[in-house]
Protein backbone atom coordinates (compact mmCIF):
# COMPACT_ATOMS: atom_id res chain seq x y z
CA UNK A 1 0.00 0.00 0.00
CA UNK A 2 2.88 2.81 0.63
CA UNK A 3 4.50 1.74 -2.84
CA UNK A 4 0.69 2.53 -4.54
CA UNK A 5 0.75 5.87 -2.32
CA UNK A 6 4.64 6.94 -3.32
CA UNK A 7 3.45 5.90 -7.23
CA UNK A 8 0.86 8.33 -6.78
CA UNK A 9 2.61 11.25 -5.25
CA UNK A 10 5.27 10.93 -8.07
CA UNK A 11 3.03 11.26 -11.02
CA UNK A 12 1.42 14.01 -9.19
CA UNK A 13 4.68 15.81 -8.88
CA UNK A 14 5.57 15.18 -12.52
CA UNK A 15 1.98 16.66 -13.75
CA UNK A 16 2.77 19.96 -11.69
CA UNK A 17 6.51 19.83 -13.29
CA UNK A 18 5.21 19.77 -16.99
CA UNK A 19 2.40 22.73 -16.43
CA UNK A 20 4.62 24.99 -14.35
CA UNK A 21 6.96 25.76 -17.23
CA UNK A 22 9.44 28.52 -17.15
CA UNK A 23 8.71 32.19 -18.40
CA UNK A 24 10.39 33.20 -22.06
CA UNK A 25 9.89 34.97 -24.62
CA UNK A 26 6.84 32.74 -26.25
CA UNK A 27 3.84 31.86 -25.44
CA UNK A 28 2.55 29.84 -22.57
CA UNK A 29 -0.36 27.56 -22.89
CA UNK A 30 -3.82 29.31 -21.66
CA UNK A 31 -4.94 28.17 -17.91
CA UNK A 32 -7.66 26.31 -19.67
CA UNK A 33 -5.83 24.80 -22.07
CA UNK A 34 -3.56 23.50 -19.35
CA UNK A 35 -6.14 21.59 -18.13
CA UNK A 36 -6.74 20.23 -21.50
CA UNK A 37 -3.64 19.07 -22.02
CA UNK A 38 -3.23 17.41 -18.31
CA UNK A 39 -6.26 15.27 -19.80
CA UNK A 40 -4.51 14.49 -23.05
CA UNK A 41 -6.91 16.51 -25.52
CA UNK A 42 -4.87 18.91 -26.08
CA UNK A 43 -2.13 18.43 -29.13
CA UNK A 44 -0.87 19.17 -32.48
CA UNK A 45 1.94 21.90 -33.15
CA UNK A 46 4.64 22.44 -35.38
CA UNK A 47 7.79 19.95 -35.37
CA UNK A 48 8.71 17.09 -36.42
CA UNK A 49 9.72 14.16 -38.17
CA UNK A 50 8.21 13.62 -41.64
CA UNK A 51 5.02 10.40 -41.87
CA UNK A 52 5.11 8.78 -44.90
CA UNK A 53 1.93 8.40 -46.87
CA UNK A 54 -0.74 5.94 -47.42
CA UNK A 55 0.60 2.91 -49.65
CA UNK A 56 4.03 2.61 -47.76
CA UNK A 57 5.27 6.00 -49.31
CA UNK A 58 6.96 8.59 -47.03
CA UNK A 59 4.63 9.17 -44.49
CA UNK A 60 5.73 10.79 -41.51
CA UNK A 61 2.79 13.00 -39.10
CA UNK A 62 4.70 16.10 -37.76
CA UNK A 63 6.29 16.23 -34.39
CA UNK A 64 6.82 13.09 -32.43
CA UNK A 65 4.24 11.35 -31.87
CA UNK A 66 2.29 12.27 -28.81
CA UNK A 67 4.54 15.25 -27.91
CA UNK A 68 1.68 17.29 -28.10
CA UNK A 69 -0.32 16.80 -25.15
CA UNK A 70 1.22 18.51 -22.33
CA UNK A 71 4.44 20.27 -24.00
CA UNK A 72 1.94 21.80 -26.42
CA UNK A 73 4.04 20.52 -28.58
CA UNK A 74 4.10 19.31 -32.04
CA UNK A 75 5.47 15.87 -31.91
CA UNK A 76 5.14 13.79 -35.30
CA UNK A 77 5.31 9.75 -35.05
CA UNK A 78 6.33 8.06 -38.30
CA UNK A 79 9.78 7.69 -39.37
CA UNK A 80 10.93 6.73 -42.90
CA UNK A 81 9.05 2.94 -43.72
CA UNK A 82 11.33 0.66 -45.30
CA UNK A 83 9.04 -0.82 -47.22
CA UNK A 84 7.23 1.41 -49.90
CA UNK A 85 8.06 2.82 -52.51
CA UNK A 86 8.65 6.54 -53.41
CA UNK A 87 6.40 6.22 -56.47
CA UNK A 88 7.21 8.14 -59.57
CA UNK A 89 10.25 6.26 -59.87
CA UNK A 90 12.59 7.01 -56.65
CA UNK A 91 12.79 4.16 -54.50
CA UNK A 92 13.24 4.77 -50.60
CA UNK A 93 16.15 3.55 -49.34
CA UNK A 94 16.02 1.50 -46.17
CA UNK A 95 17.52 4.20 -44.07
CA UNK A 96 14.82 6.12 -45.28
CA UNK A 97 16.81 8.42 -47.95
CA UNK A 98 15.34 8.82 -51.68
CA UNK A 99 15.98 6.89 -54.61
CA UNK A 100 18.15 8.01 -57.78
CA UNK A 101 14.94 9.54 -60.14
CA UNK A 102 15.13 13.36 -60.72
CA UNK A 103 13.24 15.46 -58.21
CA UNK A 104 11.29 12.51 -57.96
CA UNK A 105 7.64 12.56 -55.84
CA UNK A 106 6.59 10.66 -52.75
CA UNK A 107 3.71 10.91 -50.48
CA UNK A 108 3.21 11.80 -46.94
CA UNK A 109 0.58 12.38 -44.42
CA UNK A 110 1.86 15.77 -42.57
CA UNK A 111 4.29 17.45 -45.31
CA UNK A 112 4.39 18.89 -48.47
CA UNK A 113 7.34 20.61 -50.37
CA UNK A 114 10.46 19.28 -50.96
CA UNK A 115 13.06 17.18 -49.36
CA UNK A 116 16.74 15.97 -49.57
CA UNK A 117 18.44 12.88 -47.52
CA UNK A 118 21.57 11.62 -47.30
CA UNK A 119 23.83 9.71 -45.33
CA UNK A 120 24.47 10.97 -41.48
CA UNK A 121 26.63 14.53 -41.14
CA UNK A 122 25.57 15.60 -44.78
CA UNK A 123 23.67 18.24 -44.58
CA UNK A 124 24.69 22.03 -42.52
CA UNK A 125 22.15 24.40 -43.96
CA UNK A 126 19.07 25.07 -45.19
CA UNK A 127 17.39 28.44 -45.94
CA UNK A 128 14.43 29.73 -47.89
CA UNK A 129 12.19 33.14 -48.43
CA UNK A 130 8.14 32.56 -48.61
CA UNK A 131 5.55 35.36 -48.20
CA UNK A 132 2.80 34.26 -45.21
CA UNK A 133 0.04 33.03 -47.02
CA UNK A 134 -3.72 33.80 -45.65
CA UNK A 135 -5.46 30.71 -43.97
CA UNK A 136 -9.28 30.63 -45.02
CA UNK A 137 -11.51 29.93 -42.00
CA UNK A 138 -14.79 28.20 -41.15
CA UNK A 139 -15.80 27.04 -38.10
CA UNK A 140 -13.30 24.29 -37.97
CA UNK A 141 -10.46 24.49 -36.51
CA UNK A 142 -7.40 23.77 -38.86
CA UNK A 143 -4.16 24.24 -38.34
CA UNK A 144 -0.81 24.83 -41.12
CA UNK A 145 3.12 25.62 -40.26
CA UNK A 146 5.49 27.00 -43.30
CA UNK A 147 9.57 26.26 -42.07
CA UNK A 148 12.66 25.10 -43.06
CA UNK A 149 14.79 22.45 -40.83
CA UNK A 150 17.64 19.70 -40.79
CA UNK A 151 16.86 16.12 -39.95
CA UNK A 152 13.19 14.59 -40.41
CA UNK A 153 13.83 12.53 -42.92
CA UNK A 154 14.98 9.31 -41.66
CA UNK A 155 15.73 10.70 -37.90
CA UNK A 156 13.97 10.72 -35.04
CA UNK A 157 14.79 14.54 -34.71
CA UNK A 158 13.68 17.87 -36.40
CA UNK A 159 16.05 21.34 -36.05
CA UNK A 160 13.45 23.90 -37.59
CA UNK A 161 11.86 27.28 -37.63
CA UNK A 162 8.86 28.87 -39.56
CA UNK A 163 5.38 30.05 -39.14
CA UNK A 164 1.76 29.17 -38.18
CA UNK A 165 -1.43 29.64 -40.20
CA UNK A 166 -4.29 28.52 -38.21
CA UNK A 167 -7.86 28.68 -37.89
CA UNK A 168 -10.00 28.75 -34.47
CA UNK A 169 -13.40 29.64 -34.51
CA UNK A 170 -13.24 30.99 -37.71
CA UNK A 171 -11.00 33.30 -36.54
CA UNK A 172 -7.36 33.27 -38.35
CA UNK A 173 -4.08 33.84 -36.27
CA UNK A 174 -0.66 33.76 -37.23
CA UNK A 175 2.77 32.97 -35.28
CA UNK A 176 6.37 32.60 -35.78
CA UNK A 177 8.48 29.30 -34.00
CA UNK A 178 11.39 27.52 -33.72
CA UNK A 179 11.45 23.71 -32.72
CA UNK A 180 14.33 21.39 -31.93
CA UNK A 181 12.25 18.34 -31.83
CA UNK A 182 11.33 16.53 -29.77
CA UNK A 183 11.80 19.55 -27.24
CA UNK A 184 8.46 21.57 -27.64
CA UNK A 185 8.44 23.95 -30.09
CA UNK A 186 8.71 27.65 -28.99
CA UNK A 187 6.42 30.74 -29.95
CA UNK A 188 7.63 34.02 -30.93
CA UNK A 189 5.47 36.49 -29.50
CA UNK A 190 6.77 38.96 -32.61
CA UNK A 191 3.74 39.90 -34.78
CA UNK A 192 2.90 37.72 -38.33
CA UNK A 193 0.48 38.48 -40.58
CA UNK A 194 -0.72 37.59 -43.84
CA UNK A 195 1.53 39.19 -46.90
CA UNK A 196 4.53 39.15 -44.94
CA UNK A 197 7.99 38.48 -46.08
CA UNK A 198 9.60 35.87 -44.35
CA UNK A 199 13.07 34.60 -44.43
CA UNK A 200 13.91 31.64 -42.11
CA UNK A 201 17.36 28.86 -42.00
CA UNK A 202 18.97 26.59 -39.98
CA UNK A 203 22.76 26.39 -39.99
CA UNK A 204 24.18 23.20 -37.82
CA UNK A 205 27.90 24.89 -36.35
CA UNK A 206 29.07 21.33 -35.18
CA UNK A 207 29.01 19.63 -32.40
CA UNK A 208 25.74 19.63 -31.63
CA UNK A 209 25.14 23.14 -31.85
CA UNK A 210 22.60 25.50 -34.05
CA UNK A 211 21.49 28.58 -34.78
CA UNK A 212 18.10 29.08 -36.17
CA UNK A 213 16.91 32.50 -37.62
CA UNK A 214 13.46 33.80 -38.17
CA UNK A 215 12.59 36.87 -39.99
CA UNK A 216 9.54 39.38 -40.55
CA UNK A 217 11.04 41.59 -43.32
CA UNK A 218 7.72 43.52 -43.56
CA UNK A 219 7.41 43.79 -39.61
CA UNK A 220 11.02 44.62 -39.77
CA UNK A 221 11.61 41.96 -36.23
CA UNK A 222 14.59 39.26 -36.15
CA UNK A 223 15.00 36.14 -33.99
CA UNK A 224 17.70 34.38 -34.00
CA UNK A 225 18.27 31.45 -31.40
CA UNK A 226 21.46 29.22 -30.58
CA UNK A 227 20.28 25.74 -29.66
CA UNK A 228 21.92 22.26 -28.98
CA UNK A 229 20.85 18.96 -29.80
CA UNK A 230 22.62 15.39 -28.38
CA UNK A 231 20.16 13.64 -31.17
CA UNK A 232 20.47 15.26 -34.24
CA UNK A 233 22.16 13.27 -37.31
CA UNK A 234 22.18 15.82 -40.12
CA UNK A 235 20.61 13.29 -41.98
CA UNK A 236 18.29 15.60 -44.59
CA UNK A 237 17.10 19.21 -45.09
CA UNK A 238 13.72 20.06 -46.22
CA UNK A 239 11.71 23.12 -47.34
CA UNK A 240 8.03 22.46 -46.18
CA UNK A 241 4.49 23.53 -45.74
CA UNK A 242 3.03 21.03 -43.01
CA UNK A 243 -0.01 19.61 -41.33
CA UNK A 244 0.51 19.76 -37.64
CA UNK A 245 -0.61 16.93 -35.50
CA UNK A 246 -1.66 15.85 -31.99
CA UNK A 247 -1.99 12.73 -30.14
CA UNK A 248 -4.58 10.90 -32.10
CA UNK A 249 -2.34 11.96 -35.30
CA UNK A 250 -2.23 14.64 -38.34
CA UNK A 251 -4.74 18.11 -37.84
CA UNK A 252 -6.94 19.15 -40.62
CA UNK A 253 -4.82 21.18 -42.61
CA UNK A 254 -6.31 25.44 -43.18
CA UNK A 255 -7.07 26.54 -46.50
CA UNK A 256 -3.32 28.46 -47.26
CA UNK A 257 -4.26 28.73 -51.10
CA UNK A 258 -0.70 28.08 -52.64
CA UNK A 259 2.59 29.37 -50.62
CA UNK A 260 5.59 30.50 -52.86
CA UNK A 261 9.02 29.91 -51.33
CA UNK A 262 12.22 31.42 -52.67
CA UNK A 263 15.74 31.65 -52.47
CA UNK A 264 15.67 28.10 -51.38
CA UNK A 265 19.13 27.04 -50.43
CA UNK A 266 20.69 23.78 -49.09
CA UNK A 267 24.36 24.03 -47.91
CA UNK A 268 24.06 27.20 -49.85
CA UNK A 269 23.74 25.34 -52.66
CA UNK A 270 20.46 25.85 -54.86
CA UNK A 271 17.82 23.41 -53.93
CA UNK A 272 17.47 22.00 -57.94
CA UNK A 273 19.77 19.23 -57.68
CA UNK A 274 18.64 15.19 -58.58
CA UNK A 275 18.54 14.40 -54.68
CA UNK A 276 15.87 16.64 -54.15
CA UNK A 277 12.16 14.80 -53.56
CA UNK A 278 9.02 16.74 -54.10
CA UNK A 279 6.47 15.48 -51.23
CA UNK A 280 2.38 15.79 -52.09
CA UNK A 281 0.77 15.31 -48.98
CA UNK A 282 -1.82 12.59 -48.73
CA UNK A 283 -4.18 11.66 -45.78
CA UNK A 284 -4.58 8.54 -44.49
CA UNK A 285 -7.58 7.57 -46.23
CA UNK A 286 -5.79 8.80 -49.47
CA UNK A 287 -7.32 12.50 -49.66
CA UNK A 288 -4.27 14.82 -51.19
CA UNK A 289 -4.08 17.56 -49.12
CA UNK A 290 -1.49 19.63 -50.67
CA UNK A 291 0.92 19.10 -54.16
CA UNK A 292 4.10 20.79 -54.72
CA UNK A 293 5.54 22.68 -58.33
CA UNK A 294 7.94 21.94 -60.00
CA UNK A 295 11.20 23.64 -58.94
CA UNK A 296 12.08 27.00 -61.07
CA UNK A 297 15.82 28.89 -61.66
CA UNK A 298 17.10 25.88 -58.98
CA UNK A 299 16.24 28.01 -56.15
CA UNK A 300 11.71 28.08 -56.21
CA UNK A 301 8.66 26.08 -55.69
CA UNK A 302 5.03 26.57 -54.68
CA UNK A 303 3.08 24.73 -52.50
CA UNK A 304 -0.73 24.57 -53.36
CA UNK A 305 -3.82 23.43 -50.61
CA UNK A 306 -5.99 21.09 -52.02
CA UNK A 307 -8.26 19.67 -49.32
CA UNK A 308 -8.26 19.72 -45.25
CA UNK A 309 -7.50 16.01 -45.42
CA UNK A 310 -11.65 15.35 -44.03
CA UNK A 311 -13.10 15.94 -47.23
CA UNK A 312 -13.12 15.94 -50.97
CA UNK A 313 -12.00 20.11 -50.33
CA UNK A 314 -15.67 21.95 -49.92
CA UNK A 315 -15.23 26.17 -50.93
CA UNK A 316 -14.75 27.57 -47.53
CA UNK A 317 -16.66 31.20 -46.84
CA UNK A 318 -14.50 34.35 -46.66
CA UNK A 319 -10.65 34.41 -45.73
CA UNK A 320 -10.27 35.93 -42.17
CA UNK A 321 -7.22 38.31 -42.94
CA UNK A 322 -7.04 39.23 -39.32
CA UNK A 323 -3.35 38.92 -37.26
CA UNK A 324 -3.00 37.14 -34.51
CA UNK A 325 -4.24 38.74 -31.41
CA UNK A 326 -2.12 39.95 -28.99
CA UNK A 327 -0.69 37.39 -26.71
CA UNK A 328 -0.85 38.74 -23.28
CA UNK A 329 1.92 36.91 -20.64
CA UNK A 330 2.85 34.67 -24.07
CA UNK A 331 -0.78 33.42 -24.01
CA UNK A 332 -2.34 32.46 -27.38
CA UNK A 333 -6.07 31.79 -28.86
CA UNK A 334 -5.97 28.34 -29.70
CA UNK A 335 -4.15 24.96 -29.48
CA UNK A 336 -1.26 24.50 -30.54
CA UNK A 337 0.50 21.18 -32.42
CA UNK A 338 3.82 19.58 -32.95
CA UNK A 339 5.81 19.64 -35.91
CA UNK A 340 7.17 16.64 -37.68
CA UNK A 341 8.92 14.13 -40.41
CA UNK A 342 7.24 12.33 -42.92
Known amino acids: MLWLVAAAGCIAFAVVAVLIRPSSP??????ADEARAASGALGGGPGGPMAVGPGGSISAGPGATGSQGLADSQGTAGGQGTAGGQGAGSGQDPGGSFGSAANA?????????????????????????WTEPTVTCTAQQTFSSFWVGLDGDGTQSVEQTGTEADCNNGVATYQGWFEMFPNAPVFYNNPVAPGDTMSASVVANGGGAFTLTLSDQTRGWTQTTSQTSATAQLGSAEIIAEAPSDTNGVLPLSNFGTVN???VAVDTA???NPNAAGLTMVSAGGVTEATPSAITNGNAFSVTWD????????????ASTS???ATAAGGFPGHHHHHGGY
Open 105 to 129: SATSENWSGYAEAGAPGTFTSVSSS
Open 26 to 31: VRTVRV
Open 307 to 318: SNGTAASPAAPA
Open 261 to 263: FTN
Open 323 to 325: PAP
Open 270 to 272: PLG
